[in-house]
């Protein structure tokens, strides 16, 4: 699931509404924070895969359904990819461990609050 693809869709549909609006910002953040790392280790920034489909949604409750399962995904994906990164990269593991308390710990209750 691509959050930044969600929130692209749902604000095409529904117009500027919260919390997409305001995640939209902070999820440019996270995409910057990764870049950074990226091209302190030389990598190339993997293109965005995007959805598969257009998503529709009935109601913005249902959009921020979505979004909450995206939420949980993502801070699954930084369990998953904890191990994989040097605890002597300090900056990784910050990165790391940033992104996901901002999805636990903001995204997250945002989504919720809308349904």
Not at 50 to 77: K, M
Not at 79 to 89: G, T
């Amino acid at each position: 699931m691509c959050k930044m693809s969600i929130r692209t869709y749902a604000l095409a549909q529904f117009g500027n509404i919260y919390p997409f609006s305001q995640i939209a910002r902070s999820e440019q953040q996270h995409v910057n924070a990764l870049a950074r790392l990226f091209a302190k280790y030389g990598l190339a920034v993997p293109a965005n895969p995007g959805l598969a489909s257009t998503p529709t949604w009935s109601t913005v409750a249902d959009a921020c359904q979505t979004g909450v399962a995206a939420e949980i995904a993502d801070a699954a994906l930084y369990d998953e990819l904890k191990p994989s990164v040097d605890n002597a990269d300090t900056q990784s593991v910050r990165v790391f461990a940033n992104l996901q308390a901002a999805s636990l710990n903001s995204h997250l209750p945002a989504f919720e609050a809308c349904n």
